[in-house]
């Protein structure tokens, strides 16, 4: 069982049954009194935060999670289908239990998914992804006014800033822990 000292960002740990993964953590030391850990937590089951102290040396359960590499391959509106490479066994996500994963899928992507318990609860994205640009209106030459970024629909329908000289049909990069546009993709 792991103890506190060994707390970092993205540590996962298992509370009440439940998993969470660890989004900020500080060590304090007061002048009077024990040492403690103050964190915030992330469950992956609901998607929650949860601010806990932990008292210096306390130990934690480590959950019982799985990662897999998947493939996403289509929604229906409700629920997200994606396929085990491994086992090509299929399963399906509730679009809540996929939060802000869903703005940056596209057909055939690869992924990570945890399993806690047998059980799909979280998408991990590749940090950078290729998206067409859908919609956005034509940029006019001098206008930066705007800081020369205008809005555009990609294909996966999430609205990004890009720069003014983008098009429809162009290739872009996306950074899918900002949702921030990175650079034009020429092939």
Known sequence: MPTTSEFRKGFKIEMN??????????????G???AF???KLKSLLTGKILEHTFRSG???KSPDIEEKEVQYLYNDGENYYFMDKESYWQFELAEDQLVDSKDFLQENITLTVLFHNNNPVCVQLPTFVELRIDRTEPGVR??????????????SGTMVQVPLFLEEGDIIKIDTRTGEYIERITR
């Open 32 to 34: 009077k009194g024990g």
């Open 142 to 155: 001098g206008d930066t006014a705007s800081g020369g970024t205008k809005p555009a629909k990609l294909e």
């Open 58 to 60: 306390e130990r934690v």
């Open 17 to 30: 049954g439940e998993p969470f993964i660890i989004v900020e953590f500080l060590h304090v030391k007061p």
């Open 37 to 39: 850990v103050r964190t």
